[in-house]
């Protein structure tokens, strides 16, 4: 039997906005198709995980509060973490954990959170704490071959700035800044965005594109992955683009 191993990391401090739901989702769309799916989780105490182990690693979002505790048990893995991403293990990240796997996040007060610098990218708060990039968003995305549109819901008062490659371009929202026309990050096996919602149950398409690239790697081969019945997802993403989009197309 095939399986996937994910690690989730610090899931009592990084859970915003239903991010959890991002791991229920990977786990029942591979549970369907046959395949087992592993779920670890790490948080501050417990042994250092050996990131190379796993097929995915997921971090969601936290306040400034809760990234400044978690950043300084995080830089310990720095090495590890890179290590992992030159393995080509599939790193999904939202919003606080993007933010972290830049050089830096500079709260509202001025203080520097040190990120793992692993990418260039860094990010501000905007100067004014009642302002922030909150609401839903839509993006344009292309994966491999596949155009879609990605929705999702952001809330952040972080800009983020100097992304080589963006993970969306925005069709509604803000994205990495305030009116931003871009939105994320992307490179090959990492993906970092702002957005929360949780994120893989609004997009099957982009779960599905996650779970093959993980498939793929593991197992080395071309899989092509059974179609599930997404009727009702996308009934509903129907539904939030012609209430998002239609005003602007
Ligand atoms: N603290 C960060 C910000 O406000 C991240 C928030 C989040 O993860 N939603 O920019």
């Known amino acids: 039997m095939k399986e996937l191993k994910i690690l989730y990391l610090y899931p009592d401090i990084l859970e915003l906005y239903g991010d959890f739901g991002n791991i229920q989702v990977l786990k029942y769309r591979l549970e369907k198709r046959g395949i087992n799916c592993i779920i670890e989780e790490y948080t501050i105490g417990d042994l250092e995980p050996n990131f190379c182990e796993y097929d995915l690693i997921f971090a969601g979002g936290g306040a400034d509060q809760e990234q400044s505790i978690l950043a300084k048990d995080l830089i310990h893995y720095k090495d590890n973490i890179r290590k992992a991403i030159d393995n080509n293990v599939f790193f999904l990240l939202i919003c606080g954990a993007y933010q972290l796997f830049g050089k830096y996040y500079k709260d509202v007060d001025g203080n520097i959170i040190p990120g793992l610098e692993v990418f260039d990218y860094y ?10 990039c909150i609401g839903n968003i839509v993006i344009d995305v292309t994966l491999n071959d596949l155009n879609t549109k990605v929705i ?7 800009q983020t700035f100097n992304i080589s490659s963006p993970f969306g371009n925005v069709l509604y929202g803000n994205g990495n800044k305030f009116g931003d026309t871009q939105e994320g990050f992307f490179k090959d096996n990492v993906i970092g965005t702002y957005l929360h919602g949780p994120l893989l149950s609004k997009n099957p398409e982009l779960a599905d594109y996650i ?11 071309n899989i092509i992955l059974e179609n599930l019945d ?19 197309n």
Do not use: M, V
Not at 152 to 158: D, L, V
Not at 211 to 221: T, V
């Open 123 to 132: 990010t501000e708060a905007i100067n004014d704490r009642k302002k922030r």
């Open 152 to 158: 999702g819901f952001e809330n952040h008062g972080g």
């Open 211 to 221: 779970i093959k690239y993980c498939l793929d790697r593991k197992y080395n081969e």
């Open 230 to 248: 997404d009727k009702f997802e996308n009934l509903c993403r129907e539904q939030l683009f012609n209430q998002f989009l239609s005003r602007h």
